[in-house]
């Protein structure tokens, strides 16, 4: 007999700690007010537990800071750009591998390159930047998720999945005006999901059925490898990294931002095998980001990411990761909050709508359940729901599919106490909730106004 522990151990010792202030309640109070009711304009020393985001937010390895002290910093034909390139390619199989200071970089060199103003860009659901990217062009960015994705109570192992009749409508409907089809891996925008290798194949085939390049926006591949490792019927005798390239060579191409599985703090790239795009990207690159050969980023940069994007490969890291965020999910869960089931690869997604039935659409639940967190226990969250995505493209105001607060997990920062901390904090708002005002809008610039929008309570205060 041998012992086959149950508890999921963070696979890695602590180095270097970093304090977290907590704040008073009073203190929060007018953090919040100075900040227009907006947690992207906090200071981040006022916020005890930051899951704002998973991007650029992880803890580094000490590989990997080790791998920076060699950064070849040359302009031109450094090292370091050969040995990312060859972590990417190992990964990806991509012929060009284009280095971009982040994802939403790759984004706007790639749609610079191939759309015109009528375009459409099918997606499974496009994140905040790529949407603003594809509109940027004049182009339509269009979601199509799988009906499964957009009922947060709905247990499905791959609720990520694009809906693949209608990106076969999308392709048909409109011919000439698809330069492109993308899928996202996991679907951020929809609860973090992942897409089965079944669902990224069969998109690939009806693309390229119909002469449509097919990219995968890759941020969170690591992750997607890993539920198709547990979830998919054949995959469970493969590794990670062996998903990974299966996914890849269904593609002609990916962008990524490397602050998420590339467990950097800054970094991406865009990698195709098209010759004449690479060459038409390559000349935008030129002209915001730097040379090819360092893309906007640092040659240190460029070694964080090569040996960070083998690190989020390793086995005993996915599966803390994803096993973190599932404990979460399990403690909400037995406490009847509703949270997009089942829980994502890097972030719980609360349901806002059924948690605060009492808040119209048009009073932000989300937005006000986010504020409800930061104020109650310290803890920054990120709306995806009607202030992110509520505004149309022709000005035009609409309701978003779901009101999400997204708690992000940032990468082998955070360990379990903090996670209980965590649950505590949400059990008891989930105690008040009634007590929780809807918000309204002050300010707000026309597109990505999320940022940068100033709110107010709609009732006098955000808690009653
Ligand atoms: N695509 C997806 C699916 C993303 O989640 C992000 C970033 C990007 C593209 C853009 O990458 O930030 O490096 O420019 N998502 C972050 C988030 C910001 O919080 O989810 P970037």
């Known amino acids: 007999m041998s012992f086959h522990p149950h508890t999921v151990i963070e696979p890695f010792r602590i180095k270097t700690v970093e304090p977290i202030r907590r704040a ?79 994802g939403r970089a790759a984004e706007r060199i790639l749609f610079g390159s191939m759309l015109k103003p009528g375009d459409i860009v099918p997606n499974n659901t496009h994140f905040d930047t790529t949407r603003a990217n594809v509109e940027y062009r004049g182009a339509t960015a269009l979601d199509i998720p799988v009906a499964e994705g957009r009922q947060p109570a709905l247990i499905h192992p791959f609720k990520g ?6 990106l076969e ?5 409109n011919p000439g005006r698809v330069p492109l089809a993308m899928i996202t ?81 800054i970094g991406g790239f865009l990698a195709l095998n098209d010759d004449d795009l690479a060459q038409r990207c390559r000349n935008m690159l030129i002209l915001t980001e730097g040379f090819p050969t360092y893309g906007g980023l640092a040659g240190y940069d460029l070694e964080a990411i090569a040996v960070g994007l083998k690190e989020a490969l390793d086995e005993d890291y996915l599966r803390y990761r994803i096993r973190s965020v599932e404990y979460l999910g399990e403690k909400l869960t037995a406490a009847g909050i509703p949270i997009v089931q089942p829980p994502g690869g890097h972030a719980i997604y609360l349901d806002a709508k059924a948690m605060l039935p009492h808040i119209p659409q048009s009073e932000y639940p989300a937005w006000a359940l986010s504020l409800a967190l930061y104020l109650e226990g310290g803890v ?3 709306e995806i729901g009607s202030v992110m995505f509520g505004r149309q493209p022709d000005g035009s105001e609409q309701p978003a599919a779901m009101e999400l607060v997204r708690l992000a997990f940032p990468r082998r920062v955070y360990t379990q106490s903090h996670v209980d901390y965590l649950a505590e904090v949400l059990l008891y708002v989930n105690s008040i909730k009634d007590r ?29």
Not at 49 to 55: A, V
Not at 72 to 99: C, L, M, Q
Not at 442 to 459: K, N, Y
């Open 24 to 102: 008073t309640r009073d203190e929060r109070e007018a953090a919040l007010k100075a900040a227009g009711y907006n947690l992207f304009l906090l200071k981040a020393e006022d916020v005890l537990i930051d899951l704002l985001t998973d991007s650029g937010t992880g803890a580094m390895s000490s590989a990997q800071w080790g791998g920076m002290m060699q950064g070849d910093e040359s302009y031109a034909g450094a090292k370091s750009f050969y040995r990312f390139e060859a972590a990417v390619r190992e990964i990806t199989g991509f012929r060009h591998v284009i280095p971009t200071h982040q």
């Open 161 to 166: 999945n694009i809906d693949l009749p209608a």
């Open 169 to 173: 409508r999308a392709i048909t409907d």
């Open 185 to 265: 891996v996991t679907n951020n925008s929809g609860g973090g999901q992942p897409v089965s290798m079944a669902n990224i194949r069969a998109a690939s085939d009806i693309c390229h059925k119909h002469g449509v390049p097919f990219f995968i926006d890759a941020c969170r591949f690591a992750e997607n490898a890993w539920f198709i490792k547990m979830r998919e019927p054949g995959y469970a005798g493969k590794s990670p990294l062996e998903i990974a390239q299966e996914m890849f060579r269904c593609a002609d191409g990916c962008t990524m931002s490397a602050k998420k599985d590339g467990l950097a703090n």
């Open 380 to 382: 920054r969250s990120v």
């Open 436 to 464: 929780v005002r809807g918000v309204r809008m002050v300010e707000a610039p026309a597109t990505l106004r999320h940022f940068s929008a100033r709110m107010a309570p709609a009732h006098g205060a955000v808690i009653v």
